[in-house]
Structure formats: C-alpha cells, structure tokens
C-alpha cells in the first residue's frame, strides 16, 4: 500500500519559518491534506488539496506539492502552533484506502 | 455550528465488541461522506473505515477488514461503528470525520472515544 514519510520532529524558534516534509512515491500526482493535533484536541484539518486553507485558518500556513514531496510550511512560528502534524492521502490503488503520515511533532523552541 | 459526538466506547475483552455511535449536528449529513479514524497511545492517525453519503460504497482498513461494520442512518444523522472479534491492538481513541468528497481533507471531527481492549 501506499506509504507516506514524515520527519519525527521539527524544531523552530518563535517568528523563524517552519517546514514539515511528507515524502511518497510521486505524491505531486496526489491531493495531500495537512492537520494540526494538539494533546486532548480532535485534528484541525489546516491546508486541503495541497495548498488551500480552509476558513479560520491563518494565512502564516501554507502548502506546496510537487515530485516527491509535499510541504506543509508555517511562517512566523508561534507558540501555539507546537503540535503534531499529519499529511494525508486518499489512494485508489484497488480498493479506497486513506492513508496518513506518521505525523510530525512541532516544537517551538 | 457543526457537531459529530461520539459515544459507546469502554474497556472490553479481547475477542469481545463494541458498537461506537456518531451524532451529528450543524449540518446536513446526508450530503457528506464519513469516516472513522483512530489513534492508538503513542501513535499516529490510522484510519479505519469510510461511507459514502448514500451509504455505499464502504471500504475498511486491512487492519479491521471483516471484524468492523461502518453504518449510517441519514435520518437520524447518526453514524456507528460495530467493532467485533476486538484484539488489544484495536486499543486507542476513535474519531468519527466528515469528507465532502472521496478526495477531499476531513473538514470536521468529533472529540472522540477511548476504546480499551484489555483482559
């Protein structure tokens, strides 16, 4: 099945740029979701079909998808963007099959 | 305002079962796809299951293929999830989702249930 790769943790300081990688077999050809997961909260899905940004969500996130990899980039870190992060797709290979990254931990320095 | 509520989790058996429901509010159901996505302790998100609006098709994860049954009954905007044969690994926290279409991000969750599969 399909496998999607993400970086374990991230780490970055307050207002410096933060860069989360979601890795898979020509994922450019796929649309890729990112959610946010703080501890005790449901998933926030923060950018959809690659680079969109559902209602309410800040403009400081953003996404790009290309050849390999997709990237899910947050501009002006603040603290309470520490989360973990998941990338997601949906893959028809046979039968439906929604597949999620390992997800990655954001730490704000 | 959009709610998804989930309900009937608990401690059960290996080999016992379990049925989740989702009660669903702010919108209207019957025009979303939904799904059932866990996450077990110190683990990612894994999904689980999806419907369709309709009701079919339905698809499952290798992992609970032919253990679970995803429904739903569009006029009571309720979704369930009957969880059966339940192994120690099936332990973690259950979210119901929505998805408007089969290629689209999960726009809405639930808080979740915690299911506990333990002698």
């Known amino acids: 099945s399909y496998v999607l790769t993400q970086p374990p943790s991230v780490s970055v300081a307050p207002g410096r740029t933060a860069r989360i990688s979601c890795g898979g077999n020509d994922i450019g050809g796929k649309s890729v979701h990112w959610y946010q997961r703080k501890p005790g909260q449901a998933p926030v899905l923060v950018i959809s079909?690659?680079?969109d940004r559902p209602s309410g969500i800040p403009e400081r996130f953003s996404g790009s998808n290309s050849g390999n990899t997709a990237t899910l980039t947050i501009s002006r870190v603040e603290a309470g963007d520490e989360a973990d992060y998941y990338c997601q797709v949906w893959d028809r290979l046979t039968d439906l099959q929604v597949i999620f990254g390992g997800g990655t931990k954001l730490t704000v320095l | 305002e959009v709610q998804l509520v989930e309900s009937g989790g608990g401690l059960v058996q290996p080999g016992g079962s379990l049925r989740l429901s989702c009660a669903v509010s702010?919108?209207?159901?019957?025009?979303?796809?939904m799904n059932w996505v866990r996450q077990a302790p110190g683990k990612g998100l894994e999904w689980v299951s999806y419907i369709t609006s309709g009701g079919s098709p339905i698809y499952y994860a290798d992992s609970v293929k032919g253990r679970f049954t995803i429904s739903r009954d569009n006029a009571k905007n309720s979704l369930s999830l009957q969880m059966n044969s339940l192994r120690v690994e099936d332990t973690a926290v259950y979210y119901c989702?929505?998805?408007?279409?089969?290629?689209?991000?999960?726009?809405?969750w639930g808080q979740g249930v915690l299911v506990t599969v333990s002698s």
């Open positions: 702010g919108f209207t159901f019957g025009s979303y796809n």
């Open positions: 989702a929505r998805d408007l279409l089969a290629t689209s991000g999960f726009d809405a």
């Open positions: 079909y690659d680079s």
